[in-house]
């Protein structure tokens, strides 16, 4: 004789009437509660603090990024024209890596350089192309990578004393501080300007700006050979010591109240460049004797930091020739 087994009751309650759903809410949200309470004593996470350990990891990954950018290799250089014109300036070159090459296939102009570079001294490794990738820290090391000598800062004394000489030739000084820059590319571009434009000399500060490295020296093509670089512990205290000395301070702003063709070059000025995204910091734009706005017709709203760096220290300089005042013009003499 079989006997009925009793039903089973199931653990989830159910409800009828008016109160049901009320009820459901209330258990859900005590089941919840007690879930949380057993995770954290069994040492799970719950969803919230997943979403801030991952957002702790993104912000030290970021800090990490900028101090690798901060702390990038100053001892090397990377492509053909960049380790040339650090020969060109007399630069110390301790050691090159080239791309072992097949049998049969020959470059001249990187063979030239390489017996240029052992010319004066340095030892010449072949690797396989890989090895030479994972050394680069940029994606143009046209099969040669130089280790040299840091490369060494002008102080701030060296660029006045540079300014001072200038005016004797009868020259306006140029100088261009950078507030904040953080692109190695930009940095390398501005020296280029520099450059070009005869500038006195480029000030960057110790803290929260980019570094001379291997990035900037490929971006400036050559240029960080000649133009000196200061680096300095407080921008603020620097442009104080610049007004001091008789320099204008010109900051580029999007909000400036005069235009580039509008402003009076003829002075000894130094020339701030802001933050690429940011712009200028406030105390630093307070310090400024007048702010350029740039005048744009489409539809962005900012230019590059090095464009309008450029844009800038041309007109300086158009002034300046218009004026009559000499400066040497080498175009001739260059390679292009």
């Given at each position: 004789m079989t006997q009925n087994r009793p039903e089973r009751r199931s653990k989830k309650n159910t409800y009828t009437g008016k109160d049901s759903k009320r009820r459901q809410k209330q258990d859900f949200r005590r089941g919840?509660?007690?879930?949380?309470?057993?995770?954290?004593?069994?040492?799970?996470?719950?969803?919230?603090?997943?979403?801030?350990?991952?957002?702790?990891?993104?912000?030290?990954?970021?800090?990490d990024l900028f101090t690798l950018q901060e702390e990038g290799?100053?001892?090397?250089?990377?492509?053909?024209n960049?380790?040339?014109?650090?020969?060109?300036?007399?630069?110390?070159?301790?050691?090159?890596?080239?791309?072992?090459?097949?049998?049969?296939?020959?470059?001249?102009?990187?063979?030239?350089?390489?017996?240029?570079?052992?010319?004066?001294?340095?030892?010449?490794?072949?690797?396989?192309?890989?090895?030479?990738?994972?050394?680069?820290?940029?994606?143009?090391?046209?099969?040669?990578?130089?280790?040299?000598?840091?490369?060494?800062?002008?102080?701030?004394q060296d660029l006045l004393a540079r300014g001072e000489e200038q005016k004797r030739k009868n020259l306006y000084p140029l100088l261009i501080l950078l507030d904040g820059l953080e692109e190695s590319y930009n940095?390398?571009?501005?020296?280029?300007?520099?450059?070009?434009?005869?500038?006195?000399?480029?000030?960057?500060?110790?803290?929260?700006?980019?570094?001379?490295?291997?990035?900037?020296?490929?971006?400036?093509?050559?240029?960080?050979?000649?133009?000196?670089?200061?680096?300095?512990?407080?921008?603020?205290?620097?442009?104080?010591?610049?007004k001091d000395r008789g320099y204008w301070i010109y900051g580029a702003d999007v909000e400036g109240t005069t235009t580039p063709e509008n402003s009076d070059w003829l002075r000894s000025i130094a020339l701030v460049i802001g933050n690429e995204g940011k712009g200028m910091s406030a105390k630093i734009k307070e310090s400024c004797d007048h702010l350029i706005r740039i005048p744009q017709y489409g539809q962005v709203n900012s230019l590059n930091?090095?464009?309008?760096?450029?844009?800038?220290?041309?007109?300086?300089?158009?002034?300046?020739?218009?004026?009559?005042?000499?400066?040497v013009d080498n175009t001739d003499k260059l390679n292009l």
């Open positions: 919840k509660a007690k879930r949380a309470v057993s995770s954290k004593r069994s040492g799970q996470q719950t969803s919230k603090q997943k979403t801030a350990f991952r957002g702790s990891v993104k912000k030290k990954v970021a800090n290799p100053i001892d090397r250089l990377e492509g053909r960049p380790i040339k014109e650090a020969l060109r300036a007399g630069r110390d070159i301790n050691k090159i890596w080239i791309k072992k090459r097949s049998k049969g296939r020959t470059d001249r102009n990187l063979d030239q350089l390489v017996h240029e570079c052992h010319r004066a001294g340095a030892v010449i490794i072949e690797v396989e192309a890989d090895v030479l990738n994972s050394m680069a820290t940029s994606f143009g090391h046209q099969g040669i990578i130089a280790q040299v000598a840091a490369h060494k800062y002008s102080s701030l940095l390398g571009s501005i020296l280029r300007i520099a450059d070009t434009a005869g500038a006195t000399g480029v000030i960057i500060p110790k803290r929260r700006s980019v570094a001379l490295d291997a990035l900037v020296a490929k971006a400036s093509a050559g240029a960080i050979e000649y133009v000196p670089v200061a680096r300095v512990v407080n921008l603020s205290s620097t442009i104080q010591e610049l930091a090095a464009v309008a760096c450029g844009i800038l220290a041309y007109e300086a300089r158009r002034q300046a020739r218009s004026e009559g005042k000499v400066f």
